[in-house]
């Protein structure tokens, strides 16, 4: 079997050169780019680290602030006043109002 083209040429040496250095340039403005976006997301995984800390105590904050809301309308559904209005003395829990069913 032929090749259509004829027999492979072989290449120039400038040419291989000129491979090898860009292929060594690149290599190099790889690991630069590297370098930087390694210190970038190490900057950034800190300040992340201290928006943790700030987010984790707003949280337990609003945990604290849920839990004692949730247990004042406990205490109000165990003695009977949860559901209690103060203008008309009708309950509310029943869903009905105004005389709709």
């Keep these: 079997m032929s090749l259509p083209y004829g027999p492979p040429q072989p290449v120039s040496p ?3 050169g000129i491979r090898f250095a860009l292929l060594l340039a690149g290599i190099i403005y790889a690991r ?6 390694n210190s970038k997301e190490a900057q950034w995984r800190e300040d ?3 928006r943790k800390v700030i987010r984790d105590r707003e ?3 609003l945990k604290a602030k849920l839990a004692a809301e949730e ?3 406990v205490r109000l559904f ?7 209005t103060g203008d008309t ?3 509310t829990s029943t869903g009905r109002q105004n005389g709709c069913h």
């Design 89 to 91: 003395g009708h309950s």
């Design 78 to 84: 165990e003695t009977g006043k949860l559901f209690e």
């Design 48 to 50: 992340e680290a201290k």
């Design 59 to 61: 949280n337990a904050i």
């Design 14 to 16: 400038l040419i291989r």
């Design 71 to 73: 247990k004042e309308n």
């Design 32 to 37: 630069g780019k590297q370098a930087l976006y």
